[in-house]
């Protein structure tokens, strides 16, 4: 079954949006989704960036944009406690439930906590609790996520998202057989849906003039 792999930060609440939506997508046009915890801030190092929170006049400009989305989708939309913030132990439990409903209801569960009105994920009880809750062994996940194994599994996830190409979140890749294509942010669900129903207005061959343009001007740093 062809696959959408969605690689995600509680950090960042267009990915939050998109979480909301991606599944109805996937099962319209029958692609299974697949929850890739990805750490955001390597995503920005490795491309030289700073996150949109660190940039004050895009701060403010991305919460009225995400909080006009989401009451357009009809999508609770609160901000946490504080932001940015560790997300560490929330995407190390999250990538560490093999079970596909499982795991969803636990993201479900710590992105309400982070987005929708709730106390924030970086205390280890509140991500126990909401372990729990989603019917999980809480404190048997922290424990796992605090040894070697569970800390790689996250880095290792986050260093083949970057091999991917992958350099924000969300990140919707679709792979179906043929190509590995890639579309960023919840913006690009559009681009997505038509992608997915089999009318991409990209094609591989229009990338190729695109790529070997060269510079004229370079900005300083």
Same mark, same amino acid.
């Given at each position: 079954?062809?696959?959408?792999?969605?690689?995600?930060?509680?950090?960042?609440?267009?990915?939050?949006?998109?979480?909301?939506?991606?599944?109805?997508?996937?099962?319209?046009?029958?692609?299974?989704?697949?929850?890739?915890?990805?750490?955001?801030?390597?995503?920005?190092?490795?491309? %030289?960036?700073? $996150?949109? /929170?660190?940039?004050?006049?895009?701060?403010?400009?991305?919460? +009225? !944009?995400? =909080? @006009?989305? &989401?009451?357009?989708?009809?999508?609770?939309?609160?901000?946490?406690?504080?932001?940015?913030?560790?997300?560490?132990?929330?995407?190390?439990?999250?990538?560490?439930?093999?079970?596909?409903?499982?795991?969803?209801?636990?993201?479900?569960?710590?992105?309400?906590?982070?987005?929708?009105?709730?106390?924030?994920?970086?205390?280890?009880?509140?991500?126990?609790?909401?372990?729990?809750?989603? %019917?999980?062994? $809480?404190? /048997?996940?922290?424990?796992?996520?605090?040894?070697?194994?569970? +800390? !790689?599994? =996250? @880095?290792? &996830?986050?260093?083949?998202?970057?091999?991917?190409?992958?350099?924000?979140?969300?990140?919707?890749?679709?792979?179906?057989?043929?190509?590995?294509?890639?579309?960023?942010?919840?913006?690009?669900?559009?681009?997505?849906?038509?992608?997915?129903?089999?009318?991409?207005?990209?094609?591989?061959?229009?990338?190729?003039?695109?790529?070997?343009?060269?510079?004229?001007?370079?900005?300083?740093?």
């Amino acid at each position: 079954m062809p696959v959408i792999r969605f690689h995600f930060d509680y950090l960042s609440p267009y990915a939050y949006l998109a979480w909301t939506q991606i599944h109805a997508l996937g099962a319209k046009y029958g692609h299974t989704v697949e929850a890739v915890p990805t750490l955001l801030a390597p995503l920005l190092n490795a491309g %030289g960036q700073k $996150g949109p /929170a660190e940039i004050p006049a895009k701060r403010v400009w991305v919460w +009225k !944009d995400t =909080l @006009r989305t &989401a009451r357009r989708l009809g999508v609770p939309l609160s901000p946490p406690p504080n932001h940015p913030f560790n997300p560490l132990l929330a995407l190390r439990v999250s990538g560490l439930v093999d079970d596909h409903d499982q795991q969803r209801r636990l993201i479900d569960a710590l992105y309400r906590e982070t987005w929708g009105g709730g106390g924030g994920v970086e205390s280890p009880a509140t991500v126990a609790r909401l372990a729990d809750e989603a %019917g999980l062994d $809480g404190q /048997a996940l922290l424990t796992r996520a605090a040894e070697p194994a569970g +800390k !790689d599994r =996250l @880095r290792l &996830a986050t260093d083949e998202a970057l091999a991917a190409g992958v350099f924000g979140v969300p990140t919707m890749r679709v792979l179906d057989g043929q190509r590995d294509e890639l579309f960023w942010g919840f913006d690009a669900f559009g681009h997505l849906e038509t992608h997915l129903r089999g009318e991409d207005l990209f094609a591989p061959e229009d990338l190729a003039r695109w790529q070997h343009i060269s510079p004229s001007a370079v900005r300083k740093p």
